[in-house]
C-alpha cells in the first residue's frame, strides 16, 4: 500500500512509500482530507518513497495550503529521498517545513 495514515492524539503522520502515482491520488486524497478534518499537526514521511508523481505532488502543496488557512502544522518528517527533494524543487515544492523528527 503506497500510502498510509497513522493517528495519535496531537499528529496525523501520512507516510508514502514506494513509487506513488495518479492511481493513488484518490487514497491519498481521502487520507488528507480525513487528516486536515481532525485538525492536528500533520507530518508527510517521505523517506520510503521512491517516486511522486505530480499529481501527488499538487495534493501535498493543496494540503499545506489548507493546513495554514485552517491554523494547522504541516511539515515532512524525516530523511527526503534526494530523488525526491530534486523532484520537489523542480515543482516548485521544496518549500514545504521539514521537521527531522
Do not use: C, Y
Request: aromatic share 4%; charged share 20%; no cysteine.
Amino acid at each position: 500500500m503506497p500510502v498510509a495514515l497513522d493517528q495519535d492524539d496531537t499528529i496525523s503522520r501520512l507516510q508514502l512509500d514506494g513509487e506513488v502515482d495518479i492511481g493513488a491520488a484518490l487514497e491519498l486524497k481521502g487520507l488528507l482530507v480525513h487528516a486536515l478534518a481532525v485538525g492536528q499537526e500533520l507530518r508527510v514521511r517521505l523517506d520510503g518513497a521512491t517516486a511522486l508523481d505530480i499529481t501527488i505532488f499538487q495534493l501535498l502543496w493543496v494540503a499545506q495550503r489548507e493546513a495554514a488557512r485552517a491554523g494547522m502544522e504541516f511539515s515532512v518528517e524525516g530523511q527526503v529521498p534526494a530523488e525526491i527533494a530534486l523532484a520537489m524543487a523542480d515543482a516548485g515544492l521544496d518549500a514545504f517545513p521539514v521537521n527531522p523528527n
